[in-house]
């Protein structure tokens, strides 16, 4: 288990540096909706996926693999890639699409977040979905712990700030400790305020609106499940694999 002083909140992919994750377990965090839409297809039976960071990249990747064998997965400005099988809404990853299946997955902030993370000792992702798997992680190490909030475009995301206070909130039992540090009291003052109605308060948020028009209904509500699913989504040579499966 971690000391409380050793949690660091980082609020967009633009506050850290590849380095400064070195020998910390990384929990990558991007509610709306990469984070979710990984841990849920994982949960439902895709073998493994690997987060790339561009449409270069997924093509690379793809090129050699046996078309059966994979999927390409992912948005851009919240709407499926022209030629990719599947977007990245949680609700398209069914079993009988995605079941052991690769899946090359590219998106604009939450994928690019994963990948910045690889120099960590151990990179989670993590989403309300699977809130007490990555819970039990944590707590599993002694080593520095940073939640990433892959936020949109280098700026605060509101759902990915709350998740890393409900985390926060969770590792310090309820009390605001004066041993956190700032990123993280603030984020646990976050969850205290507005951590009641996840779905009202997500469902406002700036990126819930961006999405209204362009994906189904059930995303938002879906995204604000909490531990729907006891899957751990781990990083080991770029690839994501569920590790409690
Ligand atoms: O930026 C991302 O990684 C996506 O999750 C954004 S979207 O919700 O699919 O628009």
Same mark, same amino acid.
């Given at each position: ?160 700030? &709350? =998740? ?12 605001? %400790? +004066?041993?956190? *540090?700032?990123? $993280? !009291?603030?984020?646990?003052? &976050? =969850? ?12 406002? %948020? +700036?990126?819930? *609106?961006?999405? $209204? !028009? ?32």
């Amino acid at each position: 288990m971690p000391e409380l002083s050793y949690i660091d909140v980082y609020y967009s992919i633009h506050g850290f540096q590849e380095e400064d994750l070195r020998g910390k377990t990384a929990v990558v965090i991007d509610v709306l909706r990469a984070s979710s839409s990984i841990v849920t297809a994982l949960s439902r039976g895709a073998k493994r996926i690997i987060p790339v960071a561009d449409m270069e990249e997924a093509v690379k990747i793809a090129s050699p693999m046996d078309s059966r064998d994979y999927l390409l997965c992912g948005e851009k400005d919240g709407n499926k890639i022209e030629g990719y099988h599947l977007g990245n809404s949680p609700l398209e990853y069914v079993p009988d699409v995605i079941g052991n299946k690769t899946l090359i997955f590219n998106t604009t902030n939450g994928t690019k977040a994963i990948r910045k993370a690889s120099l960590a000792n151990q990179v989670y992702v993590g989403a309300f979905l699977n809130q007490q798997s990555i819970l039990n992680a944590i707590n599993e190490h002694d080593d520095e712990v940073v939640l990433i909030c892959s936020g949109w475009r280098g700026r605060l995301s509101l759902e990915d700030a &709350l =998740f890393a206070g409900s985390l926060v909130h969770h590792l310090s039992n309820g009390v605001m %400790s +004066d041993q956190l *540090k700032d990123s $993280a !009291k603030i984020a646990f003052g &976050l =969850f205290e305020r507005f951590g009641q109605d996840l779905e009202k308060t997500i469902g406002e %948020s +700036d990126h819930a *609106k961006r999405l $209204a !028009k362009l994906v189904p209904e059930g995303d938002i509500p879906f995204c604000c499940k909490v531990d729907e699913f006891d899957t751990l989504p781990a990083m080991k040579d770029g690839i994501l694999t569920d590790i409690n499966g």
